[in-house]
């Protein structure tokens, strides 16, 4: 059983402290059997791994999961980072916040730079049912709550499924609020989310007017937003807000109707998953450069 330290040579290095997780989500990336099998690097591993990167020159880790909170060596990790003079990013479904003992004291000794977190719907029913953890969207939302309070920068993460989009107006609306970045995407199909395809998934076609509808609200309030893993072809007009971030796990390709899009080499295409699901009838090849609203606008004046 591996107990790799996982690391990125980018801005930040990623350290998985953890693959265990108090949420089970439905369109997790990794197997629960995965989550299972990863035994968790030790204290000494960790500090071992921090020295070297702060000699190399990093000051920014990514504190990564599963949930990195609910590793055993999460506390002490957050010191060893304060005594190096390292800062810190937490990818965390933050639910660990809402209680007041721990959120005291990690916000007072060693605040994350930054906190990425995940909400999957307005509604606490529908959050938890994909999270199949029962009370996780009040604590999640309580966390969100009390980061923003100390004025911790929160991006949140939506994974457009079939279970919400419906939705994804109504829940820009308490982040929008609670001034929180946000991010979209349509999810991974692999580990759980593969399994659970059938059920999870929704076609794009069908999100894309209620995905409109949201970011034009973020737009109004000049909220920070990006999408991921949206094919550039049925949302155009909004390409310098979607991103591309592929992985060894993703199983997306180019079909024939991706043949001669103006886009196709910022693309990374189609999932073979969604393809077997819905079919690829709502894509099309984009022949030029289509230009944003704003520029659509200014060229009307």
Known sequence: MSREIKAYRDEQKVLVLSLRCNNHCR????SMKERKE???PDIVQVSRQLAMWREEGTRIVNLHGGEPTVAPTFLKTIALLHRLEMRYT?????RAFSMERFASHVLDTAPPREVLTTLLSSCPEAHDFLTRSEGSHAQTMAGIRRLRKAWI??????????QNYRALPEMVEELISLGCRLKFSFPTFSG?????????ACRMGDAMPFLRKAVDRLDTTRTDYFVEKAQVCIWPEHFAHVREQVSDIDDRRHYACCEGCFYRDQCAGISDTYARLFGIDEFSAVAAAVPRPSQILLKKD
């Open 153 to 162: 920068p929160t991006s949140v993460h939506i994974v457009i499924l079939e």
């Open 38 to 40: 990863r035994d968790d």
């Open 192 to 200: 759980e989310a593969l399994r659970n395809a059938a059920e999870i």
């Open 90 to 94: 937490l990818n965390s479904n933050v």
């Open 27 to 30: 369109f997790c990336f990794y």
